[in-house]
């Protein structure tokens, strides 16, 4: 291997620090390929809200990728850079409250605060898609789906903090209730 491909020490101790990661049981996590153009290394995982696995029961999902420039990038103001996306769908009431936008990016916000994740520079977009059906499709009712955007440059190379807000804020746009504080979740052996 060169020495332009070798792996920084600084990438490497972010990546061991999401190693091991299960967040809660109905929140499934894979890693996928990453993004290549925007920075010289980069890791992506998906995540996936569904309670039993079967593709009827999805509630959301969402994507993590952390981005890597050793010559760090002025946007960033850092070498490092976080980038999330969760969307899922919402009750149908939801889609006209005007203040749903600022509702999900404060999960966001306290989901990187309840998780102890330090961050600056956060940027984003919340969106809501209001779809209504018609001709054949009117047996299904209309959806509402939220996406929330963002990124933010950690602070710190222990990335686990930023890893469980994300899927707090995943599981939180999906519909789950928050797990207790203090209380370990179970998991079901497969």
């Excluded at 990453?34 to 079967?54: K, M, Q, S």
């Excluded at 959301?60 to 760090?72: A, E, I, M, Q, T």
């Excluded at 960033?76 to 600022?102: C, H, K, T, Y």
């Excluded at 309840?114 to 299904?140: C, D, N």
């Amino acid at each position: 291997m060169s020495a332009e491909r070798r792996v920084p020490a600084d990438f490497e101790a972010a990546l061991l620090s999401l190693r091991g990661h299960r967040p809660r049981p109905e929140f499934r996590l894979e890693e996928v390929p990453p993004p290549t153009r925007i920075a010289p290394f980069a890791l992506a995982l998906t995540g996936e809200v569904n309670p039993t696995g079967d593709p009827d029961d999805h509630l959301g999902g969402g994507r993590f990728v952390v981005l890597y420039d050793p010559d760090g990038q002025p946007a960033w103001n850092g070498e490092f850079r976080v980038i999330v996306m969760a969307r899922a769908q919402l009750e149908p009431e939801l889609g006209s409250d005007p203040l749903l936008g600022e509702v999900g990016w404060t999960w966001l916000t306290d989901a990187l605060a309840a998780e102890g994740a330090p961050y600056h520079s956060l940027s984003g977009t919340v969106t809501r898609a209001l779809s209504e059906t018609f001709g054949g499709l009117e047996l299904r009712s209309g959806t509402v789906d939220i996406e929330i955007r963002a990124s933010w440059t950690p602070a710190a190379l222990d990335l686990a903090p930023h890893l469980r807000a994300w899927a707090l804020l995943t599981c939180q746009a999906a519909g789950l209730p928050p797990a207790p504080y203090n209380v370990s979740t179970l998991y079901r052996n497969r």
